[in-house]
């Protein structure tokens, strides 16, 4: 539609295109385009009644290598869900010079995507594949001797145009923080840094590399959050010298502020269009990394968009996040006891501590990968599980030689679900990924298992990427999104935590007690800090057997022996928890104290899910008080965790939650402490060290 008028409406959700400009918009947020030789020139952007941009720069503000000018735009607007499983979107494809970008906004929300397409007969020119950093193997025991990580460089090739979005901003007093995730978490503990600037004409050139930001505008602290869709940068298959550009007036680009007086530019790049000629087997995967620009009022706003929309992204069977699922594996005997008596042992005590889902990790299947007991000796794969063993996703001959149905109708009528491990063959860039799809599949229609981990992923190159795009929107479709997926980052190339956000919960860690790997203080820690960016409830975080191994931590006053098992277990409750043990060895006792506080924490549950989630307090480090505060329309639920410190309380302003509530106390439903709000502050006390406080304000409203 190259001159006609033309709209479409989604509630509050609009496109207009009048043969020269194009407006997607809501209530909340509007963005306007010019065209310029078939390709997009940034005009406008606005949150309320702000306008973020100074004006239009010269040139198109979004471009590909290769991209040839057209005379035409053509314009095309349909009603349609985010990727399978999310909510209904106004999507816009934008469709000239060769390229297509594909606009997406949700009603009420103040977030607008894009994803860059590219139609297979454009002549694009050839970008070099990464070189994929130094990375743990996911193969236990084989990362020993890495010492050091090289991140990618510009060796790979010079950077090629791949620019997202321009924009001369309009604010001039900004500040710029960086969110700074690290997977592969075999090799790392500190996965959030977060980095800050105070904007000056004088940053000539900032250049960074990651896949989140937020610029906020000091004088009224209205922020934009720019957020990609993508595997972190040292394992991203596509060279990008840098993801955000950031230049002061006349530092970089004289010319294209000329005339709009002391601006700062904004660069974003990095949009995963590449030079290749092969495409998945499925037109309906996208060819690049899609972004998104989000806008808030405050730093509480901020955190509601994004939590809201990585639901959004996942709207369907939401009811599914923060289920409590168990899996033996974190107790290390590995495969090496798995037969049908201890797994209905499992099941058992699964069922009468209150887990929810029950799944068996690597060693069901009648392949042997490499952590297996039975691996060495030339046994054993970490990829090439199809060539290794026709039948390797079939159930283990010896180990269950009447298969799984019996398990899996135990634990349902238990009141469970039940789940298994599996790992998509890497091998050739995932050209098995229809066989993989197709294994999954069976197993959810003739087992009924609705929860699968995924692990030993290395998805090295765009094609091996798209085909696991492929591989998720193909059992997405087929089970109707009946089948969840738990993500694994610890180790190799993989999505990582923000590359696949609608298929499910993040598998963050491999901690064991066995190689003195695992404080729960650390595993609190990590969850709060990654919760001040990404929504809790996709972060499946662990808890263990304390008393396992507890000669070997010596007098550690931090010790996993040292906190009430009740309280490691309250440390899991916020995120997507995961009994990592075998839960028929835990203490009769400690079963019984944790069984009564996840029954509390299952009814207080559906208000979390309807909450956004604010981490408070300073950063936990086991000595002080930390909180996670979920604000929902008709209160407060409070989780406060304290550690050996001297300290009980902390305290903030109402305003930091977004919220002004009237005085009231809060009524505590496990643990040991108090809440109270007075003043326009919100206090909260944990009155014992190494201990939890479950707490909830109820009958008041914003």
Not at 403 to 416: E, H, I, K, N, Y
Request: contains cysteine.
């Amino acid at each position: 539609m190259p001159s006609a008028d033309y709209s479409l409406k989604h509630y509050d959700a609009y496109v207009r295109w009048d043969g020269r400009c194009l407006v997607l918009g809501n209530a909340a947020i509007e963005r306007r385009w010019a065209a310029i030789d078939g390709l997009p020139q940034a005009l406008s952007l606005r949150h309320g009644e702000k306008e973020w941009l100074a004006g239009a720069l010269p040139g198109p503000s979004s471009a590909a290598p290769g991209a040839q000018a057209a005379a035409e735009v053509h314009i095309h607007a349909h009603i349609a869900p985010l990727d399978i499983l999310g909510a209904d979107a106004l999507v816009v494809s934008w469709e000239g010079a060769g390229l297509c970008w594909r606009w997406c906004i949700l009603p009420g929300l103040a977030a607008i995507g894009c994803q860059l397409w590219r139609h297979r007969s454009a002549p694009i020119a050839s970008v070099a594949q990464a070189e994929i950093a130094a990375a743990a193997s996911g193969v236990e025991g084989a990362d020993a001797q890495i010492q050091a990580e090289t991140l990618l460089g510009g060796s790979a090739g010079e950077a090629l145009p791949d620019r997202c979005e321009r924009w001369a901003l309009a604010p001039i007093h900004l500040r710029l923080v960086e969110a700074s995730f690290q997977d592969r978490t075999d090799l790392h503990d500190e996965l959030l840094q977060e980095r800050e600037w105070l904007l000056h004409p004088n940053e000539a050139r900032l250049a960074l590399r990651g896949v989140l930001w937020s610029l906020e505008d000091s004088l009224d602290g209205r922020n934009l959050t720019l957020l990609k869709e993508a595997p972190l940068p040292a394992v991203r298959p596509l060279p990008c010298p840098h993801d955000l550009l950031i230049s002061g007036s006349g530092a970089c680009h004289p010319s294209p502020l000329a005339g709009l007086g002391l601006r700062f530019t904004l660069e974003l790049c990095g949009h995963g269009v590449d030079g290749s000629a092969r495409f998945a087997d499925d037109d309906a995967i996208g060819d690049g990394y899609r972004w998104w620009v989000l806008a808030g009022r405050d730093s509480a706003d901020r955190r509601a968009v994004l939590q809201s929309l990585q639901r959004a992204l996942r709207a369907v069977d939401a009811q599914a996040w923060g289920r409590i699922l168990s899996n033996t594996w974190g107790d290390r005997s590995r495969d090496g006891a798995l037969n049908p008596q201890f797994m209905a042992a499992e099941i058992t005590a699964a069922s009468a501590l209150g887990v929810e889902v029950v799944q068996i990790d690597d060693g069901w299947q009648r392949g042997i990968s490499a952590n297996s007991v039975q691996a060495g000796n030339g046994v054993g794969v970490w990829e090439g599980f199809h060539a290794a063993d026709e039948a390797f996703w079939s159930e283990h001959p010896q180990r269950f030689p009447d298969g799984l149905a019996a398990l899996v109708a135990q634990a349902q009528q238990q009141g469970m679900e039940f789940g298994l491990w599996f790992a998509p063959d890497s091998a050739e860039e995932f050209a098995h990924w229809q066989r993989d799809a197709a294994a999954v599949l069976e197993l959810h229609q003739r087992l009924g298992v609705r929860w699968i981990k995924i692990d030993g992923v290395k998805a090295r190159t765009r094609l091996a990427e798209r085909r696991l795009h492929a591989f998720f929107a193909r059992v997405a479709e087929h089970s109707r999104g009946q089948l969840r997926f738990d993500l694994d980052v610890t180790a190799e190339v993989r999505p990582g935590y923000w590359g696949l956000i609608n298929v499910g919960p993040v598998f963050v860690e491999n901690r064991y007690t066995d190689s003195h790997r695992w404080w729960p203080h650390h595993t609190w820690r990590n969850g709060w800090q990654l919760a001040r960016w990404m929504d809790p409830q996709r972060l499946r975080l662990e808890f263990l057997n304390p008393e396992r191994n507890a000669q070997l931590y010596g007098d550690d006053p931090l010790a996993p022996s040292t906190w009430p098992f009740a309280t490691i277990v309250a440390m899991s409750l916020p995120f997507s928890p995961l009994a990592w043990c075998e839960l028929q060895h835990l203490a009769a006792g400690d079963a019984a104290a944790a069984a009564q506080l996840i029954a509390i924490w299952k009814e207080l549950r559906p208000r979390w899910q309807a909450s956004i989630i604010h981490p408070v307090g300073p950063s936990p480090d086991g000595l002080n008080v930390s909180a996670l505060v979920g604000v929902h329309d008709q209160g407060l639920i409070i989780l406060a965790l304290r550690g050996i410190g001297t300290r009980m309380t902390i305290t903030l302003p109402l305003s930091q939650l977004g919220l002004s509530f009237p005085r009231s106390a809060a009524y505590c439903h496990h643990g040991h402490g108090h809440a109270s709000i007075g003043n326009d502050e919100l206090s909260i006390s944990v009155t014992t060290c190494r201990a939890h406080a479950l707490l909830e304000f109820l009958g008041v409203s914003r």
